[in-house]
């Protein structure tokens, strides 16, 4: 079975900076991307940040120059670089992973437990 654990998430003040780090763990064959997403309480999930194994990147519009995404492939690892953090970023985050379970299988998605990140005016 597969697990993705977040981490980083904290309370931290407008203009301040964390960067959150998601693992895979358990049987896979191979990961195809990796990201995140948040949702903040009467809004929708979204996507803000994703990664794939070559290195293409995606941001949110509301994201972009704030936030860098990056990973980490030989440990099947994302993070989430969050720079210039404002009170409307505070929402619960979730990682992300596309993986394939066996050979030749289709890429499914997982979803990690989710970190709070609460950003202070």
């Known amino acids: 079975q597969v697990q993705l654990v977040e981490s980083g998430g904290d309370l931290v003040q407008a203009g301040g900076s964390l960067r959150l780090s998601c693992a895979a763990s358990?049987?896979?064959?191979?990961?195809?991307?990796m990201g995140w997403y948040r949702q903040a309480p009467g809004k929708q999930r979204e996507l803000v940040a994703g990664i794939t194994i070559g290195g293409s990147t995606k941001y949110a519009d509301s994201v972009k120059g704030r936030f860098t995404v990056s990973r980490d492939n030989a440990k099947n690892t994302v993070y989430l670089q969050m720079n210039s953090l404002e009170p409307a970023d505070t929402a619960v985050y979730y990682c992300?992973?596309?993986?394939?379970?066996?050979?030749?299988?289709?890429?499914?998605?997982?979803w990690g437990q989710g970190t709070q990140v609460t950003v202070s005016s």
């Open positions: 992300n992973a596309e993986l394939s379970t066996y050979l030749s299988g289709p890429y499914i998605a997982y």
């Open positions: 358990g049987i896979f064959f191979s990961v195809n991307s």
